[in-house]
């Protein structure tokens, strides 16, 4: 058997390593259960470049490939329309999981690496239930967060957060109000968005000059 099915160019290469932050997410999401893996396809005897939770099956970097993975891969290769596939297993100890297999293309279209995920389905109920249950942990919990269908709808939602904020904060003098809206909307990645200046300036009454004004005097 050969050793790779796939020569990476460098291009491929940064492709596969965009995936580890993937791969990092990915297991914060689904919690200590889940076991994310990156498979580099140039390495078969060492194919797993980055593993996430490896304690779950006792892998680690650099370690190969699975018979079961690669005769997955080989059916890729064999049907160009499958690139990602799903199947339950066990382990060697016996533990059940839930498997996912996706393939990871480079700049020709061709299979470079696979992004894996394992969910053991030992986990109780209450170690799910506990994963998906919002604390005080960090920042970033407990955030209300609401989908839009439309840039503009976007951009407004953001207006009406941050004229809220800024009306209610008694310290803020009338004459600066449209300023510190400017600031929240430009902390918020708003003006990264076509037409959000223009349509900004046109809710808040103001010229698009002064719109940029604000953002040019946050930038020094």
């Not at 390495?43 to 079961?68: C, F, M, Q, Y």
């Not at 407990?142 to 439309?150: A, K, P």
């Not at 809710?203 to 005097?217: F, Q």
Request: hydrophobic share 40%; charged share 20%; proline share 1%.
């Amino acid at each position: 058997m050969e050793n790779k099915i796939a020569i990476l160019t460098d291009h491929d290469k940064v492709t596969l390593h965009s995936y580890f932050t993937i791969a990092e997410g990915t297991a914060e999401f689904w919690g200590e259960n889940c076991e994310v893996v990156v498979h580099d396809l140039s390495r078969l005897d060492s194919s797993v470049v980055k593993i996430v939770n490896g304690h779950l099956s006792g892998r680690h970097t650099g370690a190969p490939i699975s018979e079961v993975t690669l005769s997955f891969v080989n059916k890729m290769l064999a049907t160009p329309t499958l690139r990602h596939v799903t199947y339950f297993a066990k382990n060697k100890r016996g533990d059940a999981f839930k498997a996912s297999i996706s393939a990871i293309e480079g700049e020709k279209g061709n299979i470079i690496g696979l992004f894996c995920i394992n969910y053991y389905l030992t986990a109780s109920l209450l170690s799910l239930l506990q994963n998906f249950t919002p604390s005080a942990k960090t920042e970033n919990e407990n955030i209300s967060e609401t989908f839009v269908e439309n840039a503009e709808e976007l951009m407004l939602n953001a207006l009406e957060e941050a004229k809220k904020a800024v009306y209610d904060n008694l310290s803020i003098s009338s004459s600066n109000k449209n300023k510190e809206i400017v600031s929240i909307l430009y902390q918020k990645g708003i003006f990264n968005l076509k037409d959000s200046v223009i349509t900004i300036a046109n809710h808040l009454g103001i010229s698009k000059n002064t719109v940029y004004m604000h953002i040019r005097n946050m930038n020094k």
